[in-house]
């Protein structure tokens, strides 16, 4: 089974206006995270927001928000006042502590954002 | 700029052909991770160490190795390499201890067998 579903594999956008790429995630575990990472055309991966699954409140970033709802085990991104920058490869990703204690994230496929002026 | 450094960016090799990618962590992270990003099976992650020590082994190859080094950069070991391992490789690193655990990815090293 998935453990990390991102259902939109395209999403378009006109600059200036807000977009939510979609996220769930399945996890027995009490304690995990949820990151989003941006990866653009030049293929790098970048950080972008983290959320504890202990934590109350949803996590922000500048333009760059979390829609936690951990009953429904989703966690969306919510980019605000979308920049033609922000055109890319978004993925979302989780970890969960291993028997070893290390913490391994996987990755969801990816939303391909296009941001349209 | 993550400060993680992956060598070399681009690798075109022939098919039962041996390579190495190499990766140095930001400076103080003592966890290196190994992720396998190709258009079909997205991004896998592959093996994990600390601090010398591998830590936890994901869908690695046995074709495939690794290891980390006392000055903690890390190779990545790719033989008898077929068309299908043409994908981009990524190494990335975590703060050691308890913090969020957010992975500082480098660029990537991107490997064509032909």
């Known amino acids: 089974a998935q453990k990390i579903t991102q259902t939109q594999p395209g999403m378009f956008v006109q600059e200036k206006e807000a977009v939510t790429l979609d996220c769930t995630y399945d996890?027995?575990?009490?304690?995990?995270?949820l990151f989003w990472y941006k990866q653009p055309s030049s293929g790098e991966m970048i950080f972008l927001i983290y959320q504890g699954s202990y934590d109350q409140q949803n996590a922000t970033e500048g333009r760059y928000s979390l829609n936690f709802q951990k009953a429904r085990k989703s966690a969306n991104l919510v980019i605000s006042a979308s920049q033609l920058g922000d055109s890319a490869m978004y993925f979302c990703?989780?970890?969960?502590?291993?028997?070893?204690?290390?913490?391994?994230?996987?990755f969801g496929r990816g939303t391909s954002l296009i941001v349209h002026p | 700029d993550s400060g993680v450094t992956q060598t070399p960016k681009h690798l075109i090799t022939a098919t039962g052909q041996r390579v190495t990618l190499r990766c140095s962590p930001r400076?103080?992270?003592?966890?290196v991770y190994w992720y396998q990003q190709s258009l079909d099976q997205g991004l896998q992650f592959l093996i994990q160490?600390?601090?010398?020590?591998?830590?936890a082994k994901g869908n690695i190859l046995e074709r495939f190795s690794a290891q980390q080094f006392p000055d903690l950069h890390s190779e990545l070991n790719l033989s008898s390499l077929e068309l299908g391992d043409s994908a981009l490789y990524f190494c990335a690193s975590r703060a050691g201890g308890a913090n969020t655990g957010e992975l500082f990815f480098g660029e990537g090293s991107r490997l064509t067998v032909l």
């Open positions: 996890t027995s575990d009490p304690s995990y995270g």
């Open positions: 990703a989780m970890r969960e502590s291993t028997s070893g204690g290390s913490y391994i994230p996987t």
């Open positions: 160490y600390y601090n010398g020590e591998e830590r």
């Open positions: 400076s103080g992270d003592l966890s």
